[in-house]
């Protein structure tokens, strides 16, 4: 049951924050503290990244406890997971620019790979300073008819992000340092018995990455309703 928000509340600002492990989305409310772990990895080593990660492209190496991708090319550089997770889950990263490199970090959920093609199938994909111009966005591949981004985020390349991506039944959300930075709905929504895969990627870019966890989303669907004012 949600708990109204007192009035002034309702703002961007307030309601955007994580309060007591709770995420207000249009229509849902996500209790992450509740949610399960169903994969963790703090560091990385070069025995973890051979053991649960496949490189598809790009170069990808453990260094000091980070995953590094490192890819020049104006395509996707791909670190994928060996095994699928399925369900409504969320993938919640520690991400940090490598310079000279400023732009996109990008990571996938709900993913699969096709193999006859070698190149990413269906997934949703979000990015910080990515998509061109900068944006924080989302995509939905491997048509990429369905897009979102805003330039409203502020990045910093030299600063370590807690970037967190997350998908139930097709509502889309994108946490930045425990708030939330874009929400959007898919409305024809990837099968996430059939798509399970996540991932990172380098696209034209250098990045690193640690502290990898995959939750299963524990939720409430809410119908919601504004209390009068006047």
Request: aromatic content about 14%.
């Amino acid at each position: 049951m949600r708990t109204e928000l007192k009035r002034f509340e309702r703002g961007a600002d307030k309601s955007r924050e994580i309060k007591n492990g709770t995420l207000r989305l249009a229509g849902i409310d996500v209790f992450l503290e509740d949610s399960e772990t169903l994969y963790e990895c703090g560091e990385f080593t070069e025995k973890i990244l051979e053991e649960d990660y496949e490189v598809k492209s790009g170069s990808w190496y453990a260094e000091d406890g980070w995953a590094v991708g490192k890819n020049p090319d104006c395509c996707p550089g791909m670190l994928v997971s060996k095994k699928d997770y399925f369900g409504n889950n969320m993938l919640e990263v520690t991400v940090k620019m490598v310079a000279p490199s400023t732009h996109d970090i990008n990571i996938m959920i709900n993913g699969s790979w096709d193999d006859v093609r070698d190149q990413r199938d269906m997934a949703y994909v979000t990015g910080l300073e990515a998509f061109w111009h900068g944006n924080i966005g989302f995509e939905k591949s491997p048509e990429y008819k369905l897009t979102a981004a805003t330039q409203l985020f502020e990045f910093d390349p030299e600063k370590e992000y807690n970037l967190a991506f997350g998908n139930i039944n097709g509502k889309i959300f994108v946490l930045v340092d425990g708030k939330l930075a874009l929400e959007i709905t898919d409305p024809d929504p990837l099968d996430v018995t059939k798509y399970g895969k996540f991932g990172f990627e380098a696209y034209s870019s250098w990045w690193k990455v640690k502290n990898v966890r995959i939750k299963k989303l524990k939720y409430e669907v809410i119908k919601e309703q504004y209390v009068p004012e006047f």
